[in-house]
């Protein structure tokens, strides 16, 4: 029966858009599993991507913005067909890493920047896949790519550690001490009701998941605590004047907090114009008036060092403060520091806090809390489309970290394609699959989206659920359309600690130990690679850009002094009665024939270490009459190579050794024969295989000699000498 031939424009439109591709042969069976599995990976997704947008320092519902056009746009011009796209942890992670030295987390500014880095790594990986240069995803070797996935899952379990406690702090120098400031909050003034929150939401998480891994545990926790917050009034938010703080010393506090806070801003503001003065200096030549006004930006920016200390450790005192509240005969509510209120005052139920951030505090309307913290308020509706502010100097910022996100967040997405691919028997194009990464990121800044990948959970979860077509995507990210217009104010009460137990519960999976043992198994060097990433990875926290340059680093190194210094084996028969490494094996070496084996191509790098091997052979083996290099392992030669080789011939022989090769592939005779350096050896030289020239060079090199059994013809091992006769 013949195949109907397809039309080229039928063609075109399947490398366009992939997902046509899978419509040969689909019916109702078919959608009604996308349909299915589509919702199934909405009822994840939508809690999820929740929860990695405060993960990367945005408002929650902007991962229901990342969560609704990308997933689409990955689905359409992707290759994989089960790739579940959006929001995921390490990646929300390196986007906050980005932004914050750019902006404050979840500013109208800090939002605009996510948008444009979400651009600028669409078009990377973008122009990647059209240039066909999917291959440059090998500069991250696995075990860098192991080492920097387990540190980046204890740094972002851990920098959930502040919502978990319902406390707040400042960061620190580095993540550990972050992590150090915000166990010592913890022990002083745990909000328990917000842990509770969340190790309710956990066990819940867990349980079902033992139960049945199909039901969606993480929906049915966000469902059960939203429901318990709403109905127990968790969030208890509260407003009051300054003078309603019974303690003079702690309203002179915050009265000083205020100035040291304006003073700061005012600082701000006459910094920025410094730097406009700097520039136009520097744009104008005036190399006197920039040294000048570079040392009064000098001078402010340590003056501003200064200011921030003192406010950050008030900062850190007012947020240590518990008040006991009580109300007078007047009725107005006067605040007292917890164990100091007076009996006769009326008492009001709960612990108040004051919630202080880096602006200066309303004193006519103190913001205090009881409570919790929850999502609050959802717009309700699709966010604006609009195109992300671009200025040259954002780019240059976030350029490195938008190279290094759109390289992680390939490989993401590859790993997944791939591993599915081997179970549903799918061809997987890497750079098909660049393009669909790339324009799902590009595509989603529009809507006001951050940089996304594929997801590991949530494309195993579309994958058991039956999804045979990107479609399975589209009905999930309509799902979330829906939610965005008809359910945002049921998510108002959802805890926030929640969303940080969904994050490490999501995150645990990627901690992989047995990964270090692996690698180590295959080579040492492998391991303490992966060990160093991670390491790095930890101590430079936030700055996770380091942990993995000096991974990749540490692997080019290993591969350039690999490439360098190859392995060079002496060969001998044995048992098998095929040639081994003489001393790994045990094996007794000819006394006059050297089979030499060099492990890689010969090139520029490596060419002289191979004159030094020869070198080192002829001195240590006096009786040596004849070489053969086999070259079954050496697959590419160039023009650094050849000239090497070529004074390894005339040196050998004008000791008095011949050399011959044998095993050479096409490729390498190839370049032998045209420079020459073929007829230079001879052609009576080259051997097809080992055994032919062990048959031509034998007899002539043992004539008169004193070995009787050779051990390239007959099996001598050095701990026996039983002979195999062979060849």
């Known amino acids: 029966m013949e195949r109907t031939p397809q039309l080229p424009g039928s063609l075109f439109w399947q490398r366009l858009l992939p997902i046509l591709e899978s419509l040969s042969g689909y019916g ?138 319902g406390v707040a702090v400042d960061s620190g120098a580095n993540h550990l001490q972050t992590v150090v400031q915000v166990m010592q909050a913890g022990m002083n003034y745990t909000h328990w009701p917000t842990l509770m929150m969340a190790l309710f939401a956990f066990a819940v998480m867990a349980g079902l998941k033992r139960i049945s891994p199909r039901i969606p545990g993480v929906l049915v926790a966000v469902a059960a605590t939203t429901l318990i917050s709403w109905a127990a009034g968790f969030e208890q938010r509260h407003t009051q004047p300054l003078a309603a703080v019974a303690d003079a010393d702690l309203r002179s506090l915050i009265v000083h907090f205020n100035a040291e806070t304006n003073q700061i801003e005012k600082m701000g503001e006459e910094r920025t114009q410094i730097n406009a003065r700097l520039t136009e200096a520097k744009a104008d030549g005036h190399r006197l008036i920039a040294i000048e006004t570079q040392h009064d930006l000098d001078l402010l920016n340590y003056r501003m060092a200064l200011k921030n200390k003192i406010v950050r450790d008030h900062r850190h005192r007012i947020r240590g403060l518990l008040f006991e509240p009580g109300r007078g005969e ?87 394609a791939k591993a599915m691919a081997a179970k549903t028997g799918q061809r997987i194009d890497p750079n098909q699959e660049l393009i669909g990464q790339g324009l799902a990121n590009a595509v989603g800044s529009l809507s006001q989206s951050y940089p996304v990948a594929g997801s590991f959970s949530r494309s ?71 060990i160093v990433t991670f390491a790095c990875t930890l101590v430079f926290a936030p700055h996770l850009d380091r942990g993995i340059l000096v991974g990749v680093g540490l692997s080019l190194s290993v591969f350039l002094y690999r490439s360098m210094r190859p392995n060079v084996v002496d060969l001998s028969l044995g048992l098998d009665k095929t040639l081994h490494d003489a001393i790994t094996h045990g094996l007794r070496e000819c006394r006059y024939i050297d089979v030499v084996r060099f492990d890689g191509p010969l090139f520029f790098a490596n060419a002289s270490y191979l004159e030094d091997q020869i070198r080192l052979r002829r001195k240590m083996k006096r009786s040596l009459k004849h070489i053969i290099i086999d070259a079954e ?8 190579g050849q000239e090497s080789l070529s004074l390894v ?79």
């Open 330 to 416: 007047d009725g107005a509510v006067r605040l007292y520091s917890q164990g100091n209120r007076p009996s006769y005052l009326e008492k009001i139920d709960g612990i108040w806090r004051l919630e202080v951030g880096r602006r200066p505090l309303d004193t006519a309307a103190l913001p205090f809390t009881s409570g919790g913290a929850v999502v609050g308020a959802i717009p309700t509706g699709l966010p604006e489309f609009r195109l992300p502010a671009v200025d040259g100097h954002s780019v240059l910022a976030l350029m490195p970290s938008a190279a290094i996100i759109a390289l992680l967040g390939f490989m993401e997405a590859i790993s997944i």
């Open 649 to 727: 011939v005339s040196r050998v022989r004008s000791a008095g050794i011949d050399i011959s090769l044998c095993s050479v592939h096409e490729p390498v005779m190839r370049v032998l024969r045209r420079t020459h350096l073929f007829h230079k050896i001879g052609e009576d030289h080259f051997y097809p295989t080992f055994k032919q020239a062990i048959r031509a060079i034998h007899e002539q090199t043992h004539r008169g000699g004193s070995e009787k059994n050779c051990p390239l013809t007959s099996v001598r091992t050095l701990a026996s000498t039983r002979e195999f006769k062979g060849a």
């Open 28 to 165: 109702r069976r078919q959608w009604k599993s996308d349909l299915f599995a589509g919702l199934t990976v909405a009822l994840v997704l939508i809690p999820q991507s929740m929860a990695y947008a405060q993960l990367a320092g945005l408002p929650a519902y902007y991962g229901l913005y990342a969560a609704f056009l990308p997933p689409t746009i990955a689905a359409l011009f992707g290759s994989s067909r089960q790739l579940a796209t959006g929001p995921v942890a390490v990646v929300s992670l390196m986007t906050a890493v980005a932004l914050q030295p750019l902006a404050a987390g979840g500013s109208p500014a800090f939002i605009g920047y996510a948008a444009l880095l979400s651009m600028m790594v669409g078009l990377l990986q973008f122009c990647l896949g059209i240039l066909r240069l999917g291959l440059v995803v090998n500069f991250l070797s696995h075990p860098v790519i192991n080492g920097f996935t387990n540190a980046a899952a204890i740094i972002i379990a851990t920098g959930q550690l502040s919502k978990l406690f």
């Open 633 to 640: 392992a050496i697959n590419d030669i160039d023009a650094s």
């Open 460 to 530: 195993a979860v579309n994958l058991q659920a039956g999804a045979v077509s990107g479609f399975s995507s589209a009905i999930a990210s309509l799902a979330v359309v829906a939610t965005l217009f008809f359910f945002t104010p049921l998510l108002y009460h959802l805890p926030q600690s929640v969303l940080a137990a969904i994050i490490m519960m999501a995150v645990a999976g990627l901690i992989n130990a047995r990964g270090f043992v692996q690698a180590w198994r295959a080579q040492w060097y492998d391991g303490a690679i992966s």
